[in-house]
């Protein structure tokens, strides 16, 4: 049965090709997506640095523009309307882009929870974990613009 031999060269092939593609082909998912992982939060939140949602882009500019836009400025350069005032200020995300776990605990548990000022407000409970993961990959964008 040549035809069925081919087949089976063919199926073998398929499963290589999907394994590449989609990470892996064993039993159990495999462990592809831990490399891949970025450093975990304090909270215990795993971030992964390449992470982007459906609909990141509208809903992050639409939450940042509601809620940090004040202060880090709408450009992300630290220059917002209240920000002007502040002491220290805001952080001007254009400058270099903010480490992913670093960003993350910031807008979840303010300033405070990464050691900076008390004025950067906690937003844990006003956003998702998805929200602020949204978030981050926003503020850090500012850098590549
Ligand atoms: C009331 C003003 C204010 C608002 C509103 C605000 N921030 Fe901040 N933010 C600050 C200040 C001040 C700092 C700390 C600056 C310092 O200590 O040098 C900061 C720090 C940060 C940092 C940490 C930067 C770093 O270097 O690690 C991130 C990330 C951040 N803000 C994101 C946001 C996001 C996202 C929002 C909206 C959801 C937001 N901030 C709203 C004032 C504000």
């Known amino acids: 049965m ?3 031999k081919r087949m089976g ?3 073998a092939l398929a499963c290589v090709t999907l394994a590449w593609a ?3 082909c064993s ?6 997506t831990e490399s891949a992982a970025g450093p ?3 909270s215990g939140f795993q971030v992964d640095p390449s992470f982007v949602s459906e609909g990141v882009a509208e809903r992050a500019e639409a939450n940042y523009a509601a809620q940090c836009a004040s202060c880090h ?5 630290g220059r917002g309307p209240v ?5 220290p200020a805001p952080t001007n995300f254009t400058a270099a882009p903010i480490p992913a776990h670093r960003a993350y605990e910031a807008i979840r548990g303010g300033g405070m929870a990464v050691g900076m000022a008390a004025t950067m407000p906690a937003f844990e409970s006003a956003f998702s974990a998805e929200e602020i993961h949204d978030l981050v990959a926003y503020v850090r964008a500012f850098a590549a613009r």
């Open 2 to 4: 040549r035809g069925d």
């Open 9 to 11: 060269w063919f199926l």
């Open 22 to 24: 989609l990470g892996g």
């Open 27 to 32: 039993p159990g998912g495999g462990g592809s």
């Open 40 to 42: 975990a939060t304090a």
């Open 73 to 77: 400025g709408a450009a992300g350069d």
């Open 83 to 87: 920000g002007g005032a502040l002491s």
